[in-house]
T-cell receptor, first 112, second 112 residues
């Protein structure tokens, strides 16, 4: 079945460090890929998305590129801030109005 | 409203009681989804609606769980005879056809 695997957390970084959170997927067809973020005490928010191979999603300094050949959608940010501390979820959508398939989430803590 | 709303935000109940959780989707969104977020379990799909019908109920964990949607809008998730393992944050999301899902803030359910 369809699945998403993302790196286990927690990840702790110093402010201004480079961030990579790995995400790989297994899916039939050509899914859309998403990163959602959950800040402490809040609901999930869409961070970025990519709908086809080689697309790059970007938002708030975060980027992820849809790599069909490696079935990956790794999240990166060049310089993290304390305010980026949150749980990050990689997800895929196989078609239309179907449920998102989520990874288990990666907790990021950024310390000043 | 501008976003997905859920009520109550917190619910504490005793084992064996029934609970109802409510979701108000974004106006005009045709699809509505329920997920469950448990500590250490990530995000688990429960059920989704297209209009008032539920094409996929495969995620409901037991027959104590049921959901309905009326008027293509508000949805209610009902858990009968609650058990301690039902304690979790229940998330609702809505979407337009073939678009990303927008999440509500969730209902935190605690079963004592």
């Amino acid at each position: 079945g369809d699945s998403v695997t993302q790196m286990e957390g927690p990840v702790t970084l110093s402010e201004e460090a480079f961030l990579t959170i790995n995400c790989t997927y297994t899916a039939t067809g050509y899914p859309s890929l998403f990163w959602y973020v959950q800040y402490p005490g809040e609901g999930l928010q869409l961070l970025l998305k990519a709908t086809k191979a080689d697309d790059k999603g970007s938002n708030k300094g975060f980027e992820a590129t849809y790599r069909k050949e490696t079935t990956s959608f790794h999240l990166e940010k060049g310089s993290v801030q304390v305010s980026d501390s949150a749980v990050y979820f990689c997800a895929l959508l196989v078609s239309g109005n179907t449920p998102l398939v989520f990874g288990k989430g990666t907790r990021l803590s950024v310390i000043a | 409203g501008a976003g997905v709303s859920q009520s109550p935000s917190n619910k504490v109940t005793e084992k064996g009681k029934d609970v109802e959780l409510r979701c108000d989707p974004i106006s005009g969104h045709t699809a509505l989804y329920w997920y469950r977020q448990s500590l250490g379990q990530g995000l688990e799909f429960l059920i989704y609606f297209q209009g008032n019908s539920a094409p996929d109920k495969s995620g409901l964990p037991s027959d104590r769980f049921s959901a309905e949607r009326t008027g293509g809008s508000v949805s209610t998730l009902t858990i009968q005879r609650t058990q301690q393992e039902d304690s979790a944050v229940y998330l609702c999301a809505s979407s337009l056809l073939y678009n990303e899902q927008f999440f509500g803030p969730g209902t935190r359910l605690t079963v004592l």
